[in-house]
């Protein structure tokens, strides 16, 4: 419990019939950069309106500080919160904008124009004060949605997906910018995304949601070496994902081949899920390998090459700085570190499989075309 500001027990959240959130429980700590991070109706969104006040649990407790705040409303709570749209008030300038909170605050005016300008010169936009919102870019009104909600000294800043509306490069930019202001401010940020590299990037602490539950929480490093379940390790980036048996201790069985693993605890011949991921993998001339498949299909990512391989039917993806074409009979080497075992869950045996890569990539293709 301590250093623990925030404390979510047995959480409970139904609409309309509709389960939305089912039982969780999470404590967020002081000074702490917390994602909630999963894919779109899993539930995040909600729980940050419940740490916001904006929504109620049907059941459950909410405590800041070791109180419950159940009944306490929104503009009471030591927090505030940035959405996706900014809410800035058009007929206001810059300053006015910052300072708005204050007002509301009745802080004596001199006290006001010294934090408007710190908040400014926090998000880089000294000089600025005089500005009409609508003259501003895209980049500089979230910077000015972020100084606002700073300005009122809240000891969490709740933010829903505040980037979402960037292009990819501000995005990128506005990523380092907010983890620097989280960190020279010292306070507890909980924000909100579906972009897996936007939480690895910016984040002390993961939570991954789906279906309204909490599926793991951890650190970006555990999350991704340590998935708890397929879901994770296909949602935190790629993952090839195969049925297999753990013999015995560090020592698995997959795709007809015994393999040497670092993981223990199983039981013997337990069935579990083998996760591979695709930077890991070496590829060899086919007599020098563990394995050996053909490859289908390869697509140039810049810094490296997806190389589809076929594996026995089974499509594995390998990223490799060297280029394979298709057709090329290929051997692939794992080490011991490569392997990661986790326990059969309800989502073995829906990821992992690259057979539907190409379809995949036309689907991405056309929603990015759709955007532009």
């Known amino acids: 419990m ?3 500001l925030l404390r979510l027990e047995n959480i409970s959240v139904s609409f309309d019939d509709d389960l939305i959130l089912d039982n969780i429980s999470l404590e967020i700590k002081d000074k702490e950069f917390v994602t909630l991070l999963g894919p779109s109706g899993c539930g995040k969104t909600t729980t940050l309106r419940i740490i916001g006040g904006f929504v109620t649990p049907d059941i459950g407790n909410v405590y800041f500080n070791g109180v419950r705040m159940n009944d ?32 509301i605050k009745k802080l004596p005016e001199k006290e006001i124009k010294q934090r408007v300008n710190e908040m400014l010169a926090l998000v880089n936009l000294s000089g600025f004060s005089t500005r009409n919102i609508t003259s501003l870019s895209g980049g500089q009104q979230q910077r000015v949605a972020i100084a606002r909600a700073l300005a009122v000294k809240p000891k969490i800043l709740l ?21 620097t202001i989280q960190q020279q401010l010292d306070i507890t940020f909980i924000y909100v995304t579906h972009d897996q590299e936007e939480a690895l990037s910016m984040s002390d602490t993961i939570v991954v949601m789906d279906n309204g539950c909490i599926q793991q929480v951890g650190t970006p490093i555990d999350i991704y070496n340590e998935p708890k379940n397929a879901f994770i390790a296909d949602f935190i980036g790629e993952s ?15 795709t ?24 890991d993998i070496k590829l060899v001339p086919p007599n020098e390998g563990m394995l050996s498949g053909i ?8 810094v490296h090459y997806d190389t589809i391989v076929d594996l026995r039917g089974f499509k594995w993806l390998i990223q490799t700085t060297d280029y394979y074409p298709a057709g090329t009979n290929i051997g692939l080497v794992l080490d011991p570190d490569d392997i990661h075992i986790m326990k059969k869950s309800e989502y073995s045996g ?5 057979s539907s890569y190409s379809d995949e990539i036309e689907e991405l293709s056309e929603n990015i075309e759709e955007e532009l």
């Open 72 to 103: 306490v409303p929104p503009y009471k709570r030591p927090v505030n919160t940035i959405f996706q749209k900014y809410a800035l008030f058009p007929h206001l300038n810059v300053f006015e904008n910052v300072a708005f909170g204050l007002r």
């Open 2 to 4: 301590e250093n623990v």
């Open 350 to 354: 829906k990821f992992g499989d690259y």
């Open 159 to 179: 933010l829903d997906e505040p980037l979402g509306a960037l292009d990819l490069k501000l995005r990128k930019d506005m990523q380092v910018e907010l983890k």
């Open 256 to 279: 007809g081949h015994n393999f040497k693993c670092l993981d223990k605890g199983f039981g013997e011949n337990e069935p579990v899920d083998a996760v591979i991921r695709p930077e």
């Open 295 to 302: 490859v289908t299909q390869v697509t140039f990512r810049g």
């Open 240 to 254: 090839n994902i195969v049925d297999a048996v753990m013999k015995e201790d560090f020592l698995v069985s997959f």
